[in-house]
């Protein structure tokens, strides 16, 4: 026999027991993974001289380790041991593959908009197109086969046996305990709580960049200028605003997040503070000031450091970077709440130096209309609970919300008692296809809701599935952040766990509504009443139903509108794939639809989708209050997140006319969460923003070196 060139970089001799032993070992992930038994030796040995023989027969005159294992794996198979294989196989990816990724082009090279094409990118796609194909190897298979055909899309797959989604951060646990970037002090160098306002800002930079090592998605605080006011207590507004700049560019200058980007980051932001912390004691300087551990004082003295903070940061934002291109991150979350709808006339009158809450929100639809970068929480409508609980959202279009009546540690969590504070996100998103649901319901209504339901049930397996991989990953200490448990600068115990992984939520998304109705009716959302009841009542259906889920698996299960553009062509594409689906998919899809059979063939990036959530599709020929009128309705159902898109395309409309139109939809809808979208072109040579209604720029500069970037 000859040597074998091993994967651990070494020339060693042919020795059939490695074999027998790899076969013992690997196949115990049968029992992880599918619940069934590893191989017994008998077994292990009679493959191992079987795969002896093959080798022998080739005559072969080198052997490498990944040969031996595809003769294993072809020998298993023929076992009909399809467990064992998809234990032991291997997962990687062809030389060719690997180098188009090295370049920038090849698997997933349009994915993400947020990468930047740098080594790190090329890194995390060899690593992303490994983990998928493991993941998906270590599902049953009929639950992997689902998202393969396209049932249904576990979003950020590659990071499915290793963290949970996103997060939303209580920012007084920093406050009080310091910052750990490793989570456990052996790697990194451990800082006791902030004194310094400069400090806290970093504090805060930082915990979301180490943050994104322990999860797949966005990171966030929530309540961020409220618990950050004690520390620039006294300050004038020059130096609260260059601590706002240092925040704002820190967050977009860490190239430091997966695959090299800056870190995916949000901040809720009240223009003043909310009634509901108005009385509760400042976390501040690694002490609660409660009267016990520090002199009493609350988060309602500061209302004029919220004020500037607010004021400051829109004025950062507004201005721009160095080629007054606009911020992208964090994503300022303006959060509209019955307690700013009155002014405080008050504290108007003794700060008449200090904006008033109309200015503030004035400022917000101000970069709205500059750069469209402001996304707005609405909390008025009576659903959203303003007032008596915690509530946000983030990443995009997730909410999540807590009150008393759901946690009975709320009040503590308000009062920061014993270091219980609140831990909101989610531990995994799945998007279900709904069109394919109405194509094997054949305009049967109770089938339509029978396949939705299907559909979760099997999403609600997989989340199961997570659930017990992450109790390993969990235990095995993998996720340190995130369960960090710093030192009590109190007591000098170990202090509370930073995220309650318990308390995370189970997001199932929705997809292609619009298209769903229209095939089931032949009308789309827009077009009939019919269609429009048809939408509300599926989405009635699946929300009761995911509560039905949530009571039987001890899990919290959330109905939302995702941002899955991208899963919203892939749910396309497959159903073209299909020949059962495809003479359906060809009659509702939207995008580019001329010869779609016959480009499947050279591609399958084809520009086809089917409408995200339960939008009315963009092309839709409808004025704007005709699509708030739709959309609108769904918000309280689907109540896991959504969105409500007003395009504003290159025009710069102005800012007190984008407020009254936007205060009069907060007041007058359902609408809990709304962006207003500017397309904006930076020209990459004369480093400035391209604008359509001024002085053109120089002939042939626009067109060789520009960049058209949605906000």
Known sequence: MPKVRTSYGHMMDWDRQKIVRQIESETRLVETFYGGVGAE?????????????????????????????????????????????NVCTRVGTPVYDAHLIDVGRGFEAKDNSNLQENAETSHKKKADKISKEQYLLQLPPELADLHLIGDLHIHDLEYFGTRPFCQDWDLRYFFYYGLMPDGNGTKASVAGPAKRAEVAVLHAVKALGSAQTNFAGGQGYYNFLTFLAPYVEGMDKTEIKQLMQMFVYEMTQMMVARGGQVVFSSVQLSPGVPKLWRDKPIVFKGKVWNGRQAPHRTYGEFEREVRLLFATLMEVMLEGDNWGKPFNFPKPEISIEPDFMQEDDGFNREHPDIPTYRDLYLMTFEL??????????????????????????????????????????????????????????????ISVNCPRAAYRADHEDDRLFSELRGMMDSAVSIFRIKRRWMEHVRANGRMPFAMQRPKDPETL????????????????????????????????????????????????????????????????????????????????????????????????????????????????????????GVHVTPSAPVPLTKRIEIEHVFFPIVDGGNIFHIWLGESRPDPRGLMDMAMNLCRTTQIGYFAFTRDLTVSLKQFTEYRPDTKKETSGVFASADMRVLI
């Not at 010869?595 to 399958?604: E, G, H, S, V």
């Open 493 to 612: 115990e170990r202090g509370t766990v930073a995220v309650d992984l318990d308390g995370l939520v189970y997001t199932i998304g929705i997809v292609g509504v619009n298209e769903m109705v229209e095939h089931h009716l032949g009308s789309q959302l827009h077009e009939t009443k019919d269609a429009f009841r048809l939408a509300v009542r599926a989405m009635t259906e699946m929300e009761q139903y995911a509560k039905k889920l949530s009571l039987k698996h001890g899990m919290t299960i959330a109905l939302a509108r995702t941002p899955a553009e991208t899963t919203g062509q892939r749910f396309a594409v497959s159903d073209l794939l299909d020949e059962t689906y495809r003479p359906y998919v060809q009659k509702v899809v939207k995008g580019d639809t001329k010869n779609l059979p016959d480009r499947a063939k050279q591609t399958l990036d084809l520009p086809i989708y089917y409408t995200n």
């Open 41 to 85: 030796p008998d077994l292990a040995e009679r493959v191992a001289l079987s795969v002896e023989n093959r080798i022998k027969k080739l005559g072969l005159t080198f052997l490498s380790g990944p040969l031996i294992r595809e003769i294993m794996n072809m020998t298993l198979l023929e076992e009909g041991l399809v467990d064992y294989r």
């Open 368 to 429: 709205a209309s500059k750069f469209g970068t402001p996304y707005y929480d609405n909390q008025l409508p009576a659903y959203r609970g303003a007032g008596e609980g915690i509530s946000c959202y983030q990443c995009c279009a997730y909410q999540f919300s807590t009150t008393a009546e759901n946690d009975e540690t709320f009040e503590e969590k308000l009062l920061f008692k014993d270091g219980k504070h609140f831990s909101m996100g989610s531990w995994q998103v």
